[in-house]
Structure formats: C-alpha cells, structure tokens
C-alpha cells in the first residue's frame, strides 16, 4: 500500500469512493479558480482554461464509465486566479495580472484520487471532502496528527511477486516520455475518423439551418463565441428558427447584422446582436426590439471614437475581438467616454494626422500603457494623458514597424495554411485565436516537412494541445514534437 499521509489528511486514505456529482462539488474551489469567465480581459489564458476544461470534463466522464480500465495520461494547463485560498505562502508566484500557470497530468484510476490530485496541483485545500464522505473509517485527527509523516514505498520486489503497478513507477514513466505527433495521430486517428464521420449528418444540418435564418434573415452573418458542439449549435439554430416564425418583423430589425450566440444577451462593443443561449425567447424578442435605440448608440459610440482620434493625433481606435474581453455595446461606450474626459481635461499637443495608420485599443486595466507585438497600443482607460503622449511617440515607429511585420506575416500565413490543406487533402484547416500567427507560421513550416496520412479528410484545429473534439474536430499544439520521446 502506498501511504500518502504526507500529502493528503489521514481520514482521506480510508474514504469511500466519489459519485460523480460529489466530484463536481469537491472541485468548485478548482472551478472557481479557473473559470474562463474570470478571464473576461484575458482572452487568451481564457481560452487555454475553456478547453482545458473541456478535456477535464471527458476523463472525468471516462473514470465513470463502467468496466474502464485505465485512461491515457492526460496533460492539462490551468490559468489559477488568486484567491483568498490558494493565496499561500511557498507556491509558484502569481503575475501581476493576478493567476499563475500550472501544468500537470492527470494518470488517475478513480474520481477520488483524481478531485485530490487536481487540488494539490493548484494548491487548493482539500478539507472540504472529508464533509462528503459520510462513511469515513478514520480516527480523529488529533490522532492522526500523531501518526508518522514519513511515506511508506514498498520495495519494487513486492510490486515483482503481487503483479501490481508500481504507481511511481507509472508517474516516472509518464514525466519521462513527451508526446510525439506522430504517435499521438497513430493512437487517434481511428477515433477522430469516426467521431468525424458521425457528425457529418449533423453538419449538413448545422449549414442548412444557418444559410436558411440567414437568408430569412436578411443577415450577414452567425456565429459562435464559444466552441459548441455541431449538436448543440443545431440546437440554438432551431430556436432562433422557431422564434422567426413567431416574431418574423420584430427579428428583422437585424438586418445586416452578425448574431452571435455566447454568455449574455446584448449588442457588443463592434455591433453584433448577441442572443445570451441561457436566456428564453422573451429576453430575445426584447433584444431585437430594442434594436434601433442600440444602433443609435452604436453611431454615437463611433463618433466618440472619431473624436478621440483627433485629439490624439489621427491615430485610430480600435476593439479587437479576439485580443479583447467580450464588452457590450453600453460598456465599451462607458470606457471610451472615461477616457475621452480625461483627454478633455488634460489635453496635450498632438500634431494633426501625425499618428495617421497607427492603431490603438483602449482597456480599464489600471496598468502603463503599452505596445503590443502585433503593432496596436493598450492603453488604460485612466492613464496619464501626459505619459501617453510621451510613451506612443517614443514607440511610433517601432508600433509602425510591428505592424508592418504582422501584415507580411499574415500573408505567409495564409499561404502555409493553403498549402498545409492541399498537401494534406483536409476538410478543413483552422486555428485558435490564442495561436499567433508567429506560431502558425512555424507549425506550417514543420508540418509541411513531414507525411502524414492520417489526416486526409479531417478537420485539423492548431491550439496548445492534443485533443479528438467531440465531432471529430483534430486539435495539435502549435509547438508539436515528431521523433523519438524525448526526457
């Protein structure tokens, strides 16, 4: 028996095994911690949470299925915010944006072992189990205090004659041998074909109902915030379909409008009609009516845009969706205005036109403003209009030079990208917004250098790890390794 009183309380080697909705309930302090919501200005570590969780959800699915045996490690990357309870003393700093990175893998055979695994790794208590475990055969911990702290590792010849796994032997195993491409693709392949070739009745389905609401519409576009299965977007097409039949004048109000369905119901900050998927029918027919007064706004949050613009020189403002956090149309309005009274009431000297072609986008962060790599400016809502003045002249041709640089670089990046989906035969080849186009450019370079049959017909996603989507969808990391394992 492998003794983990060091580790763990002693009354949870004597616990009973998990439910599902008990492991759920033990890791709402985990939950709590990662939430992509939490990462609203984040989008990127928001992201990486959101399909970290996805991948959580699954093997935590896996060890309910009866008669599994053992799952395939399973490597996870968590964005931890501080909070109250894992603000501890010892642990790997935080960033100044306030979460830390944490990497682990999760090579588990039960739910308990796994809910405690996953606290330890991001240094989150886990005295609130022993409360669900009604039927605990343990002392009291005063006792339990007094027992050894030293763990006991039987010697390897009894893991020889019993025929049981040595689990440290499996973790040493697990940490030494890193993922190839080609490996991962061998063991996934099969899966990922069928899991594909399932969807594909609901696929046709998905673009039927979404050319048709379009087309009924009068819309320019529908799309998803989150990664939604293929069944679940039918899903939400189907009641926006239902709801056209019943309010057809009133939904045409989005004439010429993107819908997007995510978290909240509301226009967003670059106008996009946004149906919240929890919301009823009620709250989405009050959207829609609402409409003209949120076009009205929309105008006006455009000529404040314009206004700031000429106070600062010509240099434009921007929202960029997918380096920024989802903001409806009222907040973003209130941000710009903050920060246009702040222009207001310490104007400093920019020369007519002088920033023309350079670009910025504004944010409530309280930091220093900055330059991305990418060429834009972040600039707090409530920075010092003096030390922006100086930092965005200092930084102009360098800003100039960045976005040169993303322009050519997105040209070879679609290039790699036709030429990856040709060589390959793929049905389609797509990447995440978290994945630079620095980091697709490299990707493509390698992939194209290699043979890879498995992929011919499949739906191919360049994220920050391995994973078979629900619908077949393929995902690699954009740093992905080929060849032997590697320490």
């Not at 390959?424 to 186009?437: A, D, G, I, R, W």
Request: aromatic share 10%.
């Amino acid at each position: 028996r492998l003794c983990l009183e060091k580790r763990f309380p002693h009354w949870l080697l004597y616990s009973r095994a998990l439910s599902g909705a008990e492991a759920v309930n033990a890791l709402r302090p985990f939950y709590f911690a990662v939430h992509p919501d939490f990462f609203g200005q984040h989008p990127r570590e928001r992201e990486v949470n959101e399909n970290s969780l996805k991948r959580l959800s699954v093997y935590l699915e896996n060890l309910q299925k009866p008669g599994f045996k053992s799952l395939k490690p399973t490597q996870l990357t968590f964005y931890v915010r501080e909070t109250e309870q894992n603000a501890s003393e010892g642990q790997e700093p935080f960033s100044t944006s306030g979460f830390r990175a944490v990497k682990f893998t999760l090579h588990t055979r039960d739910l308990l072992s796994t809910v405690l695994y996953i606290l330890n790794s991001c240094s989150l208590s886990v005295e609130h189990i022993q409360s669900l475990n009604s039927n605990v055969y343990s002392q009291p911990l005063k006792e339990a205090k007094r027992m050894s702290d030293r763990p006991i590792k039987w010697d390897k010849s009894y893991y020889y004659f019993t025929g049981f796994k040595d689990p440290h032997e499996d973790l040493e195993q697990v940490s030494r041998m890193e993922t190839t491409l080609t490996s991962w693709l061998d063991s996934n392949g099969k899966s990922a074909v069928k899991k594909l070739k399932n969807s594909l009745p609901l696929r046709k389905e998905l673009d039927r109902l979404k050319d048709d609401l379009s087309h009924q519409l009068q819309l320019s576009d529908i799309r998803w915030q989150r990664s939604w299965g293929v069944a679940h977007r039918c899903s939400q097409l189907h009641s926006l379909g239902r709801l056209a039949q019943q309010n057809l004048e009133t939904l045409k109000n989005a004439k010429g409008c993107t819908i997007i369905f995510t978290d909240r119901s509301g226009m967003s900050a670059v106008g996009h009609v946004m149906l919240g998927t929890m919301d009823v029918h009620h709250h989405w027919t009050k959207l829609f009516e609402r409409l003209p007064s949120y076009f009205d706004l929309r105008r006006r949050l455009m000529l404040l845009e314009d206004q700031i613009s000429y106070l600062l020189g010509g240099i434009q403002v921007v929202y960029i969706e997918e380096l920024q956090p989802v903001l409806t149309l009222e907040e973003y309005y209130s941000l710009l205005d903050v920060f246009y009274n702040q222009l207001l009431k310490k104007r400093v000297p920019f020369h007519p036109r002088s920033l023309r072609g350079l670009q910025m986008i504004l944010n409530s962060d309280r930091y220093a403003p900055s330059l991305h790599e990418l060429g834009h400016f972040n600039v707090p809502s409530l920075c010092d209009p003096a030390n922006l003045q100086w930092f965005i002249l200092t930084k102009a041709q360098q800003a100039r030079d960045n976005m040169k640089r993303k322009e050519e670089l997105k040209v070879i990046e679609n290039e790699l990208i036709e030429a990856s989906t040709k060589k390959f035969s793929l049905e389609k080849f797509y990447k995440e917004p978290s994945v630079s186009s620095i980091q697709m450019v490299d990707c493509c370079k390698r992939l194209l250098e290699q043979s890879l049959p498995y992929l011919r017909g499949m739906h191919l996603c360049i994220s920050h790890f391995y994973s078979v989507m629900q619908d077949g969808d393929v995902c690699i990391p954009w740093n992905w390794k080929d060849g032997e394992a590697v320490k």
